[in-house]
Each structure stands twice: as structure tokens, then as C-alpha cells.
């Protein structure tokens, strides 16, 4: 009797066509996922892991894999005494970042208009978890998206003036210049001589370190 009793939720998850839970992910795959992240605040889930590994490999710690910046599927390699397999874990890496708390236009600075909250990493997509000084959005966006590298735009809009700081250890020169388009999260400018430069914002200036 207590056999068919404990037979029962099984035969009833066979006859409504339900497929049986998951095997629990080993705690080892868990740790060697999370020892492959790339962004020290970040956290992984292991949500499947495909095949299986072999009995003969149950209590062996897989090498970690490739290094994880973002959700996707990692090859885990097991090898160990009487062990050599591979199998594939499905992971979803999830990391503190910025999203915004109101509409932008174009040009509007992104300071106060956004929160830092725990997202999904997606596969080639670039949260940002601070914003660069003097940050402006690079184009209309909605509240609730994220802020990524493409969103932010650093200095004046193209063609605007943008003076430069060209720095060599202690000494510091000016130069005027016109912004120039650039990469996403980055500044450039272009100098009267018509060299084109690239750097950070400091102060509402281009900074150009020489070494």
C-alpha cells in the first residue's frame, strides 16, 4: 500500500503529460559558473545543464568556463579520475545597473534621471552601473529602459565647441576644438590643426592625456 501510494504522484504527472522536475543543479557547476563572471557584482544562475554529467564524474568539480559577461549557454569541462566529459550549462547572469526613472529628449543630461537596479545581462548588450560626468542621452528614451553605453553621449552635441585639455605630467595646455561623433560613452573632438582626439570629460572639458 505504500508503495502505490508513493507511485501516485508520478503516475499522475505521466498521465496529465507533465514533464518531471529538473535534477537540482550541483553545487559545484554553480561555483565554477560564478568563479567565470566577469563583473565583480555580478551573480549567475545555473538554470539547466545539458547532458547530464556521468555517474562517474558526480563528485568531480568542473573547470570553469570561458569567462561569462552575459547570459548564454557555457561549455563546463569534467575530468577527473575515471572522468572526461562535457556538458553545456544554461546560465543567466544578472548584475546591478542604471535605468531610467523619467522620458529623455536628446541632449538632456542623465544626472537624477536614473536608479541603480538589478537586470538581466543580455548577450551584447552594455548596461552601464555609473554614469560618466556629464553624461547627456543621445537620443529619446522612454522610462524603465535601460542606460547603456549607446544611450550616453559625453561632451556637446556634434559640431558644438569643446575645448581640450591636452596634458603631459604636470603641464596642462588648452585648446579650442569642435566636438566630433565618437563611440558610445566616449568624447572626441577635433583640433584646428584637424587632428582628431578622443577622451574623457573632466570639468565639461575633453581631457587628452600624452604619455
Known sequence: MI??????????????????????????????VSAALVQPSARAEVVGLSPPPPAACAEVAPEPPHPLAASGRVALHFRGPGCDAWSWAEARVYAPALELTRDVRAGEPLAGATRLREQEVLPGRRPLAALPEGATAA???????????????????????????????????????????CAPGRAC???PSGRRVEGPIVGGKLLLEVP
Do not use: F, H, K, S
Not at 558644438?160 to 591636452?166: A, F
Open 189 to 191: 573632438a577635433l583640433l
Open 3 to 32: 508503495a502505490v501510494a508513493a507511485a501516485l504522484p508520478a503516475l499522475a504527472l505521466l498521465l496529465l503529460g507533465a514533464a518531471p522536475p529538473p535534477d537540482p543543479i550541483p553545487p559545484a557547476v554553480a561555483a565554477a
Open 139 to 181: 537620443g529619446p528614451a522612454a522610462a524603465g529602459a535601460p542606460v547603456e553605453a549607446a544611450l550616453v553621449r559625453l561632451g556637446p552635441a556634434p559640431g558644438e565647441p569643446l575645448t581640450v585639455v591636452v596634458r603631459l605630467g604636470a603641464l596642462a595646455l588648452e585648446q579650442p576644438g569642435r566636438a566630433v561623433p
